[in-house]
């Protein structure tokens, strides 16, 4: 189901990203938690249904299982719609981490400010996967609270790939 700004939504299935494919071609993974997008979504900014955290799953897969089965997808050090943002290969993942800033997509608050103009850009770095991915490679969930893991595990997922964290959501 397509959650976040429509305009937004509507910009990813323009733009293309690699080849033929089109950013709203693309599975989409940010790096780390409390995103620009997620803060919209929870509270219902613009062209945007708000959803409540318990409502929300973020989805965990490992980059290294992404680089060892050659995944089809690319990176970006950025937001993928804005221009300043550079889109890498997969072949480039090996040496994402003098690439994608931990320490930004992992920042807590990222309003731009007069001190870095640019962190709100650089915290949605985004890992796109080209085509499908299989089930095998997604290892967890993150969930808000007791009552959204229960609802994960009345759909059968086991309870050890599941982490409450209210910390990753607003």
Excluded at 92 to 98: F, N, Q, V
Excluded at 118 to 143: C, H, M, N, S, T
């Amino acid at each position: 189901m397509p959650i976040g700004d429509t305009s937004v939504i509507a910009s990813r299935d323009d733009r293309v990203i690699y080849k033929n494919y089109k950013i709203g071609d693309c599975i989409p993974f940010y790096f780390g938690p409390r995103s620009p997008m997620l803060y919209v979504i929870q509270h219902g900014y613009n062209n945007v249904v708000m959803y409540k955290a318990e409502e929300i799953v973020y989805v965990v897969i490992r980059l290294d299982d992404i680089v060892t089965h050659n995944i089809n997808c690319v990176f970006t050090d950025g937001h993928a719609l804005d221009l300043l943002t550079t889109t890498y290969t997969s072949d480039k993942l090996s040496m994402i981490d003098d690439i994608v800033s931990y320490k930004d997509v992992y920042a807590t608050s990222w309003a731009n400010n007069e001190d870095d103009r640019d962190l709100k850009r650089r915290k949605e770095a985004e890992l796109l996967l080209l085509d499908e991915l299989p089930p095998q490679y997604i290892k967890g969930f993150v969930v808000y609270n007791k009552e959204a893991k229960q609802q994960l595990l009345d759909y059968k997922i086991d309870e050890a790939r599941i982490a409450i964290r209210q910390s990753y959501y607003f």
